[in-house]
Antibody
């Protein structure tokens, strides 16, 4: 079964840091790009960041650029999001999602999402 | 950045109705467009990818069309389990962007 399981969400003070993890199973992790997305309470979905299959390229939304860092460990089938200088507006459920397979001809991405992990930034 | 304008933002419909939701991209995105359904407290579920390809296991009453800048999600005959919020997502270029969502409510 293809599965993504996030962990690491917590209550953190403004200016604090947190590291989210996403454990992947059931597919060839090293061949797929991976992404983080989020949803603030009562709001719509937002894309946060994407990392290519090899980890060689990373992309960020402007609202997290310079504060968040996406990374992956293909030997462990793990995706990470290091979140620094957290702000109240970062409060959201954070999802990891499976991206496009390297070399795929069809834009087939975001088919599998984890259950999400809650990050609350508050004093 | 590519803006995705989704309409309507909310709608009331009855079981059996044909429902159409539109997303307009501020510039061409080819067919790098996916549609998602989300129910309260649940994880988004992909319905359509590559603008018009039906996700395996999704009922055939859902369909997607369009290319370039205009995209449509159609539910041919609305069922009780379809009442939810729907989002489009463009992943042609970075930053990826979602439409604002369409909440489909019971009339």
């Amino acid at each position: 079964e293809v599965q993504l399981v996030e962990s690491g969400g917590d209550l953190v003070q403004p200016g604090g840091s947190l590291r989210l993890s996403c454990a992947a199973s059931g597919f060839n992790f090293r061949l797929n790009a991976m992404s983080w997305l989020r949803q603030a309470p009562g709001k719509g979905l937002e894309w946060v960041s994407t990392i290519t299959h090899s980890g060689g390229d990373t992309y960020y939304a402007d609202y997290v650029k310079g504060r968040f860092t996406i990374s992956r460990d293909n030997s462990k089938n793990m995706l990470y999001l290091q979140m620094n200088s957290l702000r109240a507006e970062d409060t959201a459920v954070y999802f990891c999602a499976k991206g496009r397979r390297y070399g795929a001809a069809v834009p087939d991405a975001f088919d599998i999402w984890g259950q999400g992990t809650m990050v609350t930034v508050s004093s | 950045d590519i803006q995705m304008t989704q309409s309507p933002s909310a709608m009331s419909a009855s079981v059996g109705d044909r429902v159409t939701i539109t997303c307009r991209a501020s510039q061409g995105i080819s067919n790098y467009l996916a549609w998602f359904q989300q129910k309260p407290g649940k994880v988004p579920k992909r319905l359509i990818y590559a603008a018009s390809s039906l996700q395996s296991g999704v009922p055939s009453r859902f369909s997607g069309s369009g290319s370039g800048t205009e995209f449509t999600l159609t539910i041919s005959s609305l069922q009780p389990e379809d009442f939810a919020t729907y989002y489009c997502l463009q992943h042609n270029s970075y930053p990826h962007t979602f439409g604002g969502g369409t909440k489909v409510e019971i009339k």
